[in-house]
């Protein structure tokens, strides 16, 4: 509610009365006062609940995202575990699949050279070199 606007005052008129009295409007002015700081109030309580609103989704969103965040460490954590089970089980079956080929070359590498022997052996007993 708004006050009406005041209306002009005639010095003359007001000290040619007995008793000369201005009226102030107290009453106007202190309902107006009165709505002014009800307003206020109300602009207050409802941005203090913004911000607790505000707030307490803030803090809600934060625990979440830390619950999220400890999940996947621990996920993270146990594919890391998993990766090095792998490589060990990798690593034990590549030096297992490396043996036999390198058993392989040891006992060609052997043979080879007992061939060697032989035909050096043999090599007496060739035409060329046979003497009887």
Do not use: C
């Amino acid at each position: 509610m708004y006050a009406r606007a005041a209306q002009p005052i005639s010095l003359a008129t007001v000290l040619a009365s007995p008793q000369p009295t201005i009226d102030l409007r107290l009453e106007a002015f202190e309902k107006s006062s009165q709505l002014f700081l009800d307003a206020v109030k109300g602009y207050t309580r409802r941005a203090i609940e913004e911000i607790s609103r505000r707030r307490d989704a803030d803090a809600s969103r934060v625990q979440k995202d830390t619950e999220t965040k400890k999940k996947l460490e621990l996920e993270i954590a146990e594919w890391k575990e998993k990766e090095v089970e792998l490589l060990k089980s990798e690593s034990v079956e590549l030096i297992r699949a490396k043996i036999p080929p390198m058993t392989t070359t040891l006992q060609l590498s052997n043979t080879n050279k007992r061939s060697a022997k032989a035909q050096k052996a043999l090599s007496v007993y060739s035409n060329d070199n046979w003497h009887p």
